[in-house]
């Protein structure tokens, strides 16, 4: 019998106090996706099997929503963030998206429960 395929997963989780428009948003959480893109193959080789693997499985991604503190905690515990410049919707600097990079889905959990989706 075949052991079964980790189920990897990319979580990117959006500051739900933004008002951000659908595009702004959708281009927030890009600029995470090629952010963590570039550090996971540039800087984490220890991390490109499982990179590898996510990308081979389809590269599943959930999009979340949660409060700015939660954020915060996030990226004290190392994770990407993406600031935005302010050029229109919200004041530059601000916390838009933290991502994670691919991981198992159970190890993620630690991180990401309770969150809602966007």
């Known amino acids: 019998m075949q052991a079964s395929q980790p189920d990897y997963v990319q979580y990117y989780v959006v500051n739900e106090e933004l008002v951000m428009s659908k595009g702004k948003t959708a281009a927030q959480v890009a600029h995470a996706a ?26 599943k991604k959930i999009v979340l929503r949660a409060a700015p503190q939660e954020l915060h905690r996030l990226t004290e515990r190392g994770f990407l963030s993406i600031r935005d410049a302010g050029h229109t919707e919200i004041p530059a600097g601000s916390l838009t998206v933290v991502v994670l990079p691919p991981m198992e889905k159970e190890a993620a959990q630690e991180f990401v429960s309770g969150f809602k989706l966007l």
Do not use: R, Y
Not at 37 to 42: G, I, P, Q, S
């Open 34 to 59: 090629t952010m963590i893109t570039l550090h996971v193959l540039l800087n984490e080789p220890d991390k490109h099997e499982s990179f590898q693997s996510w990308l081979n499985a389809g590269q």
